[in-house]
C-alpha cells in the first residue's frame, strides 16, 4: 500500500480528481485559480489569482473568497470559466480521513 507522501499515491489521487468535473473546491484546498472566456471553440485563460501567494501575503480566507467572486463577476456569464489548481496531497489526506471515519462506522 502506498503511503500518503509517495508519488504513486499522489499519482492516484491526481486521476481521481481529473477524471471528476469540479465546480467548487474548499478554498484550503486550492493553489490558483485561472479564469478565462470561450474564444471560438477554445477557452483562453487570461486571469489567474495565486491563492497560495495570497495566503502567505497575510490575507483570510475571507477575503481570498472575495477576490474570485469579483473576479469571476467580471467575466461574461455566458462564457466565462474558471479552471482550478489544486493540492492534491491536501485533497487525498481529507478524502482518506473522511473514508476512515465512514468505513468505521458501518
Known amino acids: 500500500m502506498a503511503t500518503i507522501d509517495s508519488n504513486e499515491y499522489i499519482r492516484h489521487w491526481e486521476a481521481i480528481i481529473n477524471a471528476v468535473d469540479k465546480t467548487s473546491f474548499p478554498l484550503s484546498v486550492i493553489n490558483s485559480v ?45 462564457d466565462g470559466e474558471m479552471e482550478f489548481d489544486v493540492n492534491i496531497k491536501e485533497v487525498a489526506h481529507i478524502a482518506s480521513e473522511i473514508s476512515e471515519r465512514y468505513l468505521r462506522h458501518c
Do not use: M
Open 34 to 78: 485561472s479564469f478565462g472566456t470561450l474564444s471560438g471553440t477554445r477557452f483562453k485563460f487570461n486571469k489567474k489569482i495565486d491563492v497560495q501567494f495570497l495566503r502567505h501575503s497575510g490575507y483570510d480566507e475571507d477575503s481570498i473568497q472575495e477576490i474570485l467572486i469579483r473576479t469571476w463577476e467580471d467575466f461574461p456569464e455566458d
